[in-house]
Each structure stands twice: as C-alpha cells, then as structure tokens.
C-alpha cells in the first residue's frame, strides 16, 4: 500500500481513520493500514509526540460505543487486542526517542543557562556590544549601547549600522565592513581603531571600535565591541597640554631613576643643555652634567631620599663643555605600592643672575669703599692745601740754599701725596674733565708703540682693531693711563713670557647684553679688549681687583691703585669694565665706552699766558678750615688782593650784603658746617645773579657735581697750589 508523503497532520488523520474502520467493521485492511501509517510517522520522526493523544482519542471512541451496544466485554478485548497489536511495535523506538528527548532536553536547558550567562555578561558589560547581519542591519543591542548612543533597543534593532556614524564617516565603515567580509581583515594594522560615533541627540564623540565577523548556516553576522573613549581623549588632551607647557616653559625639567639614568628631558632642558631627549635616555645624569660629584651634589641626593625634596644651587656642564650655574629643585616621586621611584628635576639657569648679582655686590662694595676714601680724602686734601701753600711761601722767603733743598723735599712729597689722593678721588668719583672726540685706534696704536719697546722681548704683542671703528668722546690721556695700566698689569702677570693681544671693535648693546651686566645701557659702544695667557687671577679674589689698596704683586711693587683708578676713569666716560680669568690660562679686562655722538675732533685753543696778579680786588674767601683760610689770606694778599674770610655759609652771606658789589670774587669751600657750600651759593645768587664764584672741594659727589657746576663759575680742587688758585681766579677775572 503506498503512502502518500502528507503532513503530520493529515497521517494523523489518516492513522485514525484506519482505527475506527478497524475498530467499528473489524476489516483486517483498516489494521494493516493503521499500522503502516504508525511506521511512517515514526520513520519520519512526526507525530511520535502525538500517539498517545491519538491512541486516548481511539480509546475513548471505542469505549462510548461499547456503553452505546452494551457489548463492553467484547469491546474492551477488541481494544485491548489493538493496543498490544499496535503499540508493542513501537514500544522500544519510543523509550529511545523518550530518552534522546531527555537527553537533547537537558542539552538545551544547558545551553539556555550557557546563553542567559552570556547575554548577563553582554548586558552588564560597560562597552556596547552590537551585532548586525551582512547587510548592515542591527540585530541585537546590550543596555551600554542604550547609555552611550541614547538608543533603546526597540528603537535600533532592523536599522542599519549607519545610524550610529557621522556621516562623513560612513563610507570609510561601509568599506571596512565589506574588506572583513571578503577577507576577514579589517584593513587596519590595529586589533582596535578609533573614530567617532553619532548619539541619537545628533552629537559626534570619539570612540574605539574593535569588530569581528562571523558565520553559520543562516549567513554571515558581525559583532563590534564600542568604547566610549571621551574622558580618555581629554586627558590625553590634558596631558598634551601639559607636556606643551613643559616643552614652552624656559626651565630645564628632567626625570631620572635612583640609579640616575635619565628618562624624560624636556625641551627646555635640550635648550639649555644641548643634547636632545634622544642622546640622554639611559644615560647617567651624574657623568653627563657634571664635571665631578661635588659634595653638594652628594648632599641633593641624601636629602631628597630622606625628605622628598631638596632645593640648591648646582654648578653643571652643557654639551659644549660651558659652565653654568642651575637653581635646582629636586622632588622624589613613587611607584603605586608607595616605593620611592624616580626624582622630578626642575632646573632655572641663573648663570646671568649670579653674574649680575656679583656685580651689584662689588658695585655696592666699591661704591662703599669710595664713600670712604673719598671722605679720607677730602680731609686730607684740608690737611695738605695749607702746607702746600705754606711751603711755596717759605720757598721763596727762604735764602738759605740748604734749608731751600729740605722745603724742595717736603714740597715733592706733598705734592706726591696730593697726586696718590687724586688717584684715590678717581676711583671714588671718578675723573672729571674736558671731554673731547677720540680716535680710539690712535690711541691703541701709540700704545702699541710704548709696549713693543719696553715690554721684555719674550712677550708677542698683537693687535686687532675692527675697520670702520666708532669714535669715543672722552679724556685721551685718562683713557691711555687705563689701558697702558692694563697692559703693564698683563705684562706682569706673564714673567716667563707669552702673548698680549689689544682688540678694538664695534658692538651695539641691546636688550640682551644689557641684562648680561648692570651698567651697560642700550645703544653703540666700543669694546677694547686687553688679553694675556698670563698666570691668571684665582675667583676669590677676581671679585676685588678693582678696590683700592688691593695687589697681588710683591710689595714694593704695585699701589693697588691701578685697577681701582681705571674703573673709576671708565665710569666718568659712562663705560664700564668686565673681567675673565682662568687660572693657568690668562686674563682678558674688555673695556666698553659707549661711541661718540659726532666724528668731528675738538680743537684745543691755546690759552695766552697772563700775569696772575691782582689790583686790589676784595675776594671773599670761605672755608672752614682756619689754617686754610690763613694761608690763602697770605697768598692772595701777597699778589695784590684784599681779602676777608668767612668760616661758613651763613656767615659768608653776612659779610656780603655789608659789603655787597665789592666783593668781586668769591671762594667757596662745598663742604661746611652750619650751611654748606651749594646752599651758600643759592643765596648770593639771588642777592646777585652776576657773582662770580669758584667753588673748592676735596671731594664733590659725583649725583651733585653737575648741580654745582651750573651754580658756580669754576670749580678748583684741593689740594692747590698757589699757581693753581692764582690762575684760576685770573681766569675768571676777565
């Protein structure tokens, strides 16, 4: 009989059918029939789950009809007959099917467990995970894909993948998508790449993406794990700020280990230093800045392990070998368990600092130092014009020959003394005097001159002068006393012979020099530089050559006036002098005058000589010094003055409103008790504008020197001779 290939449905069908034909006609057809229709269910796996419902079905048929015809007994046996005729075949395929359905239950509730711990895990994972098929659209979506797009799930899953990219970027994914489809590469070198991802509220933010592709029999799905990469993106932002901040600031910041290998260098360090981050990695700190471990250095170390951080000065090296001075802070730093790791150093170069804090302080030192040789000065300088002026007087009354010879003597040395506190007044105001345009090169040459003929014939004298050098406005013979002391001082300092070197050139100070010493100015200067390779001068005491009294020549041999008169020339000519020196190697002093205004050279007008004596002029004489006042009384009275004396200012006043327009001249002393000269001053020229006044001084401030010297007629410093004060006032007589 054949059977025909129907549903589950319809071999039901069928399968009863032949039951009851059976079970209501007895045809044997209707039994062979049910029990072939059996076989093919089972043969074909359908309907197996059904039998028992089919056989309750027949059953309960048969059972109703039996009450119907009262014929139960013979029923029962008909279906019992039937139930071992039609079950007993199939009895042992169904405990297999019974426990391959036990078996592949218990499979499939292992595997629902399997699948609710992953999609746990998916939900809980705090990236999106999101898989699409083929065609781009997106098939499952876990709650981080809701937080960080601000889609739900309902309102993604059957859309394409390109909602959530900006739209600039979409043909850059398509073409990814389609690459690992083909190829199962990305096209990326990275396992990860980032881009950027689009929120439902239409806002782009960067994101990392890492996505895989994978198959089965229903076709071929991609699943692409997201992270929102937003906090991470601004802290690198933060921290490329920051390395920005290290690489523009103009300090020197370094790391380095505790076996002192270096590593990080920013570029301030690679600007002050001179080598790149590259040539110090892994390099020890201690041998590539230092010269020697000095105990400071030594000390920073113990410090900073045992307090966490040191601050100091340290004296380094650069890549070219030049010495500089750092203001180093160091910080110790640790790993995450709390061990110390490495040390943070922040280094200021404070080279040009301690140069010009030198300098302030040697300024601050000489200017004190000439406070006081200044004040000794001047009351020497009291102390000397009275024996000066005597001793010409005695000269010339005494007849004796032998007598004549001793106040010879005693007149030289004074005269000696007054010329050593005329050095001492140079340094601590500085030289005062007519100015005139100088031809700096002339003067280098007549001193070239006076060196290759008297210096020893073991020392080269060379000499190099820029062409087209600058004038300089100026004394010529301050200026040559200034450098032949240099040349004399560089010529001692080289006893077993070896070169001097006199330079001249132009340099215009700007900003950057200025800051480099206290005393320059912007503007053009003229730079001499005197060089030996001499013995040197040792540092701790390159600071004080310039103060009086000071030598380091053997004694007999140097006043220690040399260096200290020179530098106060220099300062009268608005100049200044800056000294280098290495031990062993030599010395160069380069000497800076600032260039002169006008190329065109003053004449000096020759004066007509005239006699000096008087015709009975009253002079006023004011000082308050008696032995000087007496002396010069004498003096003026001699050559035919009159004379009357003041003690001080306010006395001085007095004497001419009684005497008023006969006083003719006066002679002024600038420092007086009571009122002192300047005041003085002040007030007879209010009482007449047309007073002629010389003002007298051992020392005149060099701040007031200029308000003085528009005050008076001329001035005349002490100690003078008689020639000297009878000049003077002849000059000013007309």
Not at 125 to 152: H, L, V
């Given at each position: ?72 007994e013979e029923t029962l046996k008909k279906a019992a007959q039937f139930f071992s005729e039609s079950i007993a075949p199939f009895e042992m395929t169904l405990r297999g099917f019974h426990d391959s359905i036990t078996e592949l239950y218990n499979v499939n509730k292992i595997l629902e467990q399997s699948e609710m711990k992953f999609r746990s895990v998916v939900q ?135 076996e002192h290998r270096l590593t990080y260098w920013n570029k301030g360090a690679e600007r002050l230093y001179g080598w790149t981050e590259d040539e110090i990695k892994g390099k020890n700190a201690n041998e590539l800045l230092y010269k020697e471990e000095s105990p400071g250095l030594m000390e920073a170390k113990k410090i900073v392990i045992e307090r966490g951080k ?410 003078y001779s008689s020639e000297q004060l009878l000049k003077t006032i002849k000059d000013i007589s007309g």
């Amino acid at each position: 009989m054949q059977i025909r290939n129907d549903t589950p449905d319809e071999l039901r069908k069928q399968y009863m059918s032949a039951l009851q034909d059976y079970l209501e006609e007895g045809k044997e057809k209707s039994l062979e029939r049910a029990y072939e229709l059996g076989r093919k269910a089972i043969a074909d796996g359908r309907g197996i789950l059904d039998m028992a419902a089919v056989h309750r079905d027949v059953l309960v048929t048969v059972l109703t009809q039996a009450v119907k015809q009262e014929e139960i007994e013979e029923t029962l046996k008909k279906a019992a007959q039937f139930f071992s005729e039609s079950i007993a075949p199939f009895e042992m395929t169904l405990r297999g099917f019974h426990d391959s359905i036990t078996e592949l239950y218990n499979v499939n509730k292992i595997l629902e467990q399997s699948e609710m711990k992953f999609r746990s895990v998916v939900q809980a994972a705090n990236d999106a995970i999101i898989s699409s098929k083929s065609n781009g659209n997106i098939i499952s979506w876990n709650k981080c894909a809701e937080t960080i797009f601000g889609y739900s799930e309902e309102e993604v899953l059957g859309k394409p993948l390109t909602i959530l990219i900006p739209e600039r970027l979409r043909y850059i994914h398509s073409s990814r998508l389609e690459r690992l489809l083909s190829t199962g590469e990305s096209g990326y070198n990275e396992k990860m790449f980032e881009s950027y991802g689009l929120k439902k509220d239409g806002s782009e933010f960067p994101i990392e993406i890492s996505i895989a592709a994978w198959k089965t029999e229903e076709g071929t799905f991609y699943t692409g794990i997201v992270r929102d990469i937003t906090e991470r993106k601004r802290a690198q932002e933060k921290i490329r700020e920051r390395a920005s901040l290290l690489n523009i600031t103009h300090d020197a910041i370094a790391v380095r280990d505790l076996e002192h290998r270096l590593t990080y260098w920013n570029k301030g360090a690679e600007r002050l230093y001179g080598w790149t981050e590259d040539e110090i990695k892994g390099k020890n700190a201690n041998e590539l800045l230092y010269k020697e471990e000095s105990p400071g250095l030594m000390e920073a170390k113990k410090i900073v392990i045992e307090r966490g951080k040191w601050p100091g000065e340290l004296c380094q090296v650069t890549k070219d070998g030049k010495e500089i001075t750092v203001d180093s802070r160091w910080v110790l730093t640790y790993d995450l368990k709390g061990a110390p790791k490495s040390i943070l150093i922040i280094n200021t170069d404070v080279t040009e600092k301690k140069k010009l804090e030198a300098q302030f302080l040697r300024a601050q030192r000489m200017d004190s130092l000439g406070t006081l040789a200044g004040g000794i000065a001047h009351d020497l300088n009291n102390i000397l014009t009275p024996i000066m002026l005597s001793l010409q007087i005695l000269k010339e009354e005494c007849p004796d020959e032998d007598k004549r010879k001793m106040v010879d003597i005693l007149e030289r040395n004074t005269t000696r003394g007054a010329d050593l506190i005329k050095q001492v007044l140079l340094f601590a105001r500085g030289a005062e005097g007519e100015h005139r345009t100088v031809q700096v090169a002339y003067l280098i040459s007549e001193i070239g001159k006076v060196t290759k003929e008297t210096f020893p014939k073991s020392i080269e004298v060379r000499f190099s002068i820029s062409r087209g050098l600058w004038e300089v406005t100026g004394d010529a013979t301050q200026l040559y006393q200034v450098l032949m002391n240099l040349c004399v001082n560089a010529r001692d300092a080289m006893p077993k012979g070896g070169i001097l070197e006199i330079s001249a050139e132009n340099l215009f100070i700007d900003e950057k020099h200025k800051r480099m010493n206290i005393e320059a100015k912007i503007g053009p200067y003229i730079v001499i530089t005197v060089t030996d390779t001499g013995t040197g001068i040792p540092p701790e005491i390159l600071d004080k050559v310039f103060e009086p009294f000071f030598t380091t020549k053997a004694h007999g041999k140097g006043t220690g006036l040399g260096l200290s008169t020179s530098i106060g020339i220099i300062k009268s000519h608005s100049g200044f002098i800056d000294v280098n020196s290495e031990v062993g190697k030599g010395t160069a002093f380069k000497v800076y005058l600032p260039s002169a205004a006008t190329t065109e050279t003053q004449q000096v007008k020759a004066q007509e000589l005239t006699p000096n004596t008087g015709n009975g002029e009253m002079i006023l004489v004011v000082d308050d010094e008696v032995s000087i006042r007496e002396v010069t009384n004498v003096i003026l009275e001699t050559n035919g003055y009159r004379v009357i004396t003041a003690a001080d200012g306010a006395e001085a006043i007095s004497l001419y409103q009684e005497k008023g327009t006969e006083i003719k001249i006066v002679l002024m002393d600038m420092a007086m008790p009571v009122m002192d000269g300047q005041t003085c001053t002040r007030e007879l020229r209010k009482i007449n504008p047309e007073i002629k006044i010389i003002a007298v001084s051992g020392l005149i401030e060099k701040e007031t020197f200029s308000k003085v010297a528009k005050q008076v007629n001329t001035l005349l410093n002490k100690p003078y001779s008689s020639e000297q004060l009878l000049k003077t006032i002849k000059d000013i007589s007309g």
